[in-house]
């Protein structure tokens, strides 16, 4: 039996691989799981009660796209939080946004770029969607550095004019997993011109834009307005998962020109999987409410501290701009990870897996990721044992 070649070279995936390296002998009795980016900060009170009131909604096929109640919450959203006013008809509902980083590649990457096969860019380390939608498509991935040298940001302005010419789409992440980088203005302004003048899409991935210190992130559709940039020249992806604490809820959307979200919203009519009517009542009502995410955002407000008191003499530590993570400088990754497993019970990922070789380098082999989701008192003793073991 053959089967696509496209996918043979994929490493095995983050958690199989990382249970694998972690399948050792501990010394400790006390575990404490740093690895996934779940929260663990109560989700809003009114979830339970919003869904016992819609559980009829489960009898009915979804509405694909979003029904309009979500649909309004959410350009509700964008316009308090960007001040953008975004019609219902470019918008579309997703079932998580893994699916629809991965579909609207699907839906919007040509099959040739200037008479080529094209290429699609992605930060490297990064979130690993990205990469195999770039296989899916028949598209050539383009790993860009994202090191302490570039800022943990891509520097896509480093490329070549001939790859940058073959791009149709380059995904980003802001803030960034696993750095915690913020793309400000300038960098978005930056990458929209760049992008305007090579002619590709911005894929901006900005899940983790509702958790950060005191100044919001930037929208990438924001700054592609106030410049007047072609309409259909970012497209933006946001969830629940992090801003509201429901990674099982399922509940994102995209947002973009009204070409490409209806390109995405065609596809999604012949193989897309809605979110349950139910599910998207509750998610209405969270899209709308404000107040549990400034709760939510001072919890790790609290862990930033706690992360700078406890880390803040490591040499080569950042504390992060944003987001959840902490990307932990220490030689090498899954040496560092086996060592706090079995002396500490702290199990945390290796970076590099969350990244790819190029030219024989692995940006992420040099680091852990330590995702600060547990309460506060359970990160201040991971924390502590991670310095403990690994710098003194």
Excluded at 99 to 115: D, F, Q, S, V
């Amino acid at each position: 039996m053959d089967f696509p070649e496209r996918f043979s070279n994929l490493p095995v995936a983050t958690w199989p691989r990382l249970r694998a390296l972690l399948d050792v002998p501990s010394q400790a009795t006390d575990v404490i799981n740093m690895t996934i980016g779940e929260p663990r900060h109560a989700f809003p009170a009114v979830v339970g009660e919003i869904l016992a009131a819609n559980l009829q909604g489960f009898a009915k096929y979804p509405d694909n796209n979003g029904l309009p109640d979500l649909l309004g919450a959410i350009s509700g959203f964008l316009n308090r939080r960007y001040g953008l006013d975004v019609p219902h008809a470019q918008i579309c509902a997703l079932n998580g946004t893994r699916e629809g980083l991965y579909n609207a590649a699907m839906a919007l990457c040509p099959e040739t770029k200037r008479g080529k096969r094209p290429v699609i860019l992605t930060p490297n380390p990064f979130y690993q969607v990205y990469a195999v939608a770039a296989l899916s498509v028949g598209a050539e991935p383009v790993y860009v550095p994202a090191t302490a040298a570039t800022g943990h940001l891509p520097d896509f302005h480093a490329l070549p004019d001939d790859v940058l010419d073959r791009t149709a789409i380059a995904y980003i992440c802001s803030p960034a997993n696993p750095q915690g980088a913020v793309a400000d203005a300038e960098y978005w302004r930056a990458l929209i011109k760049l992008a305007e003048k090579h002619d590709f899409i911005i894929f901006a991935d900005e899940c983790y834009s509702e958790i950060y210190r005191d100044t919001p992130p930037p929208g990438a559709l924001q700054i592609a307005r106030q410049m007047g940039a072609h309409p259909e020249r970012v497209v933006i992806f946001h969830s629940l998962s992090k801003r509201s604490n429901l990674p099982g809820l399922r509940s994102g959307f995209c947002a973009g020109g009204p070409q490409s979200i209806a390109q995405i919203r065609q596809l999604r009519a012949y193989a897309g999987a809605p979110l349950p009517e139910p599910l998207q009542m509750v998610a209405s009502a969270v899209w709308g409410d404000e107040a549990h995410v400034v709760e939510n955002r001072a919890l790790y407000h609290q862990k930033y501290r706690v992360a700078d008191d406890i880390l803040g003499g490591v040499s080569g530590y950042r504390s992060p701009q944003a987001g959840f993570f902490l990307w932990l400088p220490v030689g090498d990754g899954e040496q560092a990870a086996v060592k706090l497993w079995q002396q500490t019970g702290v199990r945390v990922l290796p970076g590099a897996y969350l990244s790819r070789d190029v030219a024989g380098e692995n940006p992420g082999k040099g680091y852990i990721r330590v995702a600060m989701v547990a309460p506060t008192q359970e990160v201040q003793r991971g924390l502590t044992l991670i310095r403990d073991c690994l710098y003194r």
